[in-house]
């Protein structure tokens, strides 16, 4: 008894560490003002005033520039994974690794995920992917999968002061979650229902029953590996001291895994624990073919007598055996990285989050609502005005036919209409001199967008021009490259730490062939230079620049079609032309490329054949002149 209470005392100070960490990190973190960006991009009708604070009176005409600038720069393409190879042996390794990745991003549905931060993290100034493995995901035949969320940065709480995730000492994630799901997956009882954080689900201002926040904290242990601690209100939901490390039944005594009803030291008890090693059930072939023995022969023991003392041979010598096998021990592979990646738009010093589009033009979005609702109140205000005599009735109906009562006919002449077109102009020019200003700070134009360029006067023009735009938006395109980088590099350390069973992958190569094959991880087990075990996880990950974008593909297509007609690969009517031209096109993604050119490549060799075929003949008929002739010269020289 005394003890529940002692560890129910020492968990109550734990959570209240945390809590009163995740409030400090809470105040530093500004919030608030993702909520003034995602109502911009919705098309606020907030004025702001001079002094910073909105104005009573609302737009009544929004021409929303910050939707249609950020629209206009979404990439719906998943950059492709690139795996170098830092040692030469591994080549073979870093390609498994692409064809893991390339089905790992079908499997996880990347392009919705993908979608989704296209708009959020120009919008914020980043996003986050979230790494986490299910032990009860997977196929039939597997025992876990790896999983991956996004994450707002409203849901993404920094260590205060630190501004790179890799030096972080703890972070938090806020997850807005279902009571009761978190009663059936960790088997405790919530009695709070309120949300504790509002905000990590979205901009409602009021919590909603049943829902609550769950509170995750990541953090660095003192052996550098990676912690978890995470609670609900005044629940704790999972306190591990290293999160990524696997986990088994372990002796509460000394701390080896269970290998039987008593331990080696004779305790009885076991308890769940973090595992370093795993003992192999069957031999595995490791890197280079190597197999390794499930057990291998224990030392050899003395043959006892009955009477306790040791057997001895005629000589005098004790007579031994060989000892039970003992079990191989293998390393678990531990990832050690926090499984939280942030995605930026554009880097800044000094900020966790990076440059958001939407800050850098909000005053222009605010002078364009200000113009168009003054264009509109001006029109509105104008038109066509009738005057009238004193005492003219008119009859305001919907009759088709208007009737005007007059008292005389010399009334008709002081009848007429005026028309009032109100000046617009001047508001007009504002508001486009706005729309370009916020164009040229974020370095998009009218090519770019698609539009009609009066600069460009001709395709190649209007090209160059997208181009100059694409150049000055290289940056982001860099920073969701590095961000696909660390992820594909996230990924492929989950998978080589908790992969248990050869994982089955289907994808379709960059040249259209649908491949299928498995990743192992016993494959990357290899011995170092002393014999001893390690897993080899020395790559270097990033993205293939060339598939990003599928326009960019096309027109590369468009331009090697012209260059194969103008003879740029040879005489056109040759196979050797054609082969190098679909070899080209293989290796820029088009697809089906690799089928043709193996068709071809077939045809090629056909060709060879037959023309060796008929050039033996010839030779033939060559060599036996000159064996006649060289007959001839021996019989005249020889005496007769």
């Not at 980043?126 to 969320?149: A, I, S």
């Not at 305001?396 to 009562?405: C, H, N, P």
Request: net charge negative; glycine share 8%; with cysteine.
């Amino acid at each position: 008894m005394f003890e529940k209470l002692k560890h129910a005392a020492d968990d109550a100070t734990k959570r209240g560490k945390w809590q009163s960490r995740l409030d400090d990190a809470r105040k530093q973190y500004d919030r608030s003002i993702m909520d003034t960006r995602e109502a911009l991009y919705r098309g606020d009708k907030n004025i702001r005033g001079a002094n910073g604070t909105d104005a009573e009176k609302k737009a009544t005409n929004v021409r929303n520039i910050v939707y249609e600038l950020i629209e206009s720069q979404v990439d719906s393409s998943i950059p492709a994974p690139r795996v170098t190879a830092i040692h030469e042996e591994d080549k073979e390794l870093a390609k498994k690794i692409e064809a893991l990745l390339l089905n790992l991003s079908k499997q996880l549905n990347l392009k919705e995920l993908n979608d989704l931060q296209e708009r959020t993290v120009p919008i914020q100034g980043g996003d986050f992917f979230h790494v986490e493995w299910d032990p009860h995901g997977g196929y039939h035949c597997m025992l876990g999968d790896v999983t991956l969320t996004e994450r707002h940065p409203k849901q993404v709480i920094p260590q205060p002061g630190v501004y790179d995730i890799d030096k972080m000492e703890y972070i938090f994630i806020l997850v807005s979650q279902p009571k009761r799901y978190l009663e059936r997956r960790y088997g405790v009882e919530i009695k709070d229902e309120t949300e504790d954080d509002v905000a990590a689900r979205g901009q409602n201002p009021s919590s909603v029953s049943g829902i609550v926040t769950q509170n995750i904290a990541y953090y660095r242990n003192d052996e550098g590996g990676i912690g978890l601690y995470s609670w609900c209100g005044d629940v704790t939901l999972e306190d591990l001291d290293n999160c990524q490390k696997r986990r088994g039944e372990v002796c509460a005594k000394c701390g080896r895994p269970k290998s039987g009803d008593v331990c080696e030291c004779g305790s009885k008890k076991f308890v769940e624990g973090p595992l370093d090693v795993q003992e192999l059930t069957e031999d595995i072939t490791i890197f280079g073919g190597e197999t390794v023995a499930a057990s291998t022969p224990g030392k050899d023991e003395l043959v006892m007598n009955p009477d306790g003392t040791p057997q001895v041979d005629e000589e005098g010598v004790a007579i031994t055996m060989p000892g039970p096998n003992v079990p191989t021990q293998i390393p678990y592979y531990e990832p050690k990285e926090i499984p939280v990646i942030l995605r930026s738009n554009v880097r800044m010093f000094g900020r966790f989050l990076g440059v958001s589009d939407v800050d850098v033009i909000e005053d222009q979005q605010n002078a364009i609502k200000k113009f168009g609702t003054k264009i509109e109140e001006k029109l509105l205000k104008g038109g066509s005005y009738v005057t009238l005599p004193q005492g003219v009735q008119v009859e305001t109906s919907d009759k088709e036919l208007k009737i005007m009562r007059l008292k005389n006919p010399a009334e008709k002449a002081l009848i007429s209409v005026i028309n009032v077109q109100p000046d617009t102009s001047r508001e007009q020019q504002m508001l486009e001199s706005n729309y370009s200003w916020a164009k040229s700070t974020l370095g998009i134009n009218d090519s770019y967008q698609g539009k009609y360029d009066a600069s460009a006067t001709s395709g190649s023009a209007k090209q160059f021009a997208a181009q100059q735009a694409a150049g000055r938006l290289q940056s982001k395109r860099e920073m969701k490259n590095q961000a696909y980088g660390r992820l594909y590099k996230l990924l492929f350390k989950y998978m080589l730490a908790y992969a248990d069973q050869p994982y089955p992958m289907t994808y379709t190569a960059i040249g259209g062939e649908q491949t299928f094959a498995h990743f192992n991880r016993w494959d990357f087990l290899k011995r170092d230079a002393a014999g001893e075990l390690y897993w080899d996880d020395e790559f270097i990950f990033g993205v293939d620049p060339s598939p990003n974008m599928d326009a960019n593909r096309e027109r590369l297509w468009d331009m090697a079609d012209v260059k194969y007609q103008a003879g740029a690969f040879g005489p056109i009517n040759e196979l050797t032309t054609s082969y190098r031209f679909w070899t080209y096109l293989e290796d820029n993604g088009f697809p089906g490329a690799g089928k043709v050119k193996t068709e071809i490549k077939q045809q090629m060799d056909e060709q060879q054949q037959m023309q060796q075929a008929a050039m033996q003949p010839a030779a033939q008929q060559a060599i036996q002149p000159d064996m006649l002739m060289a007959d001839s010269d021996h019989l005249e020289g020889a005496d007769v």
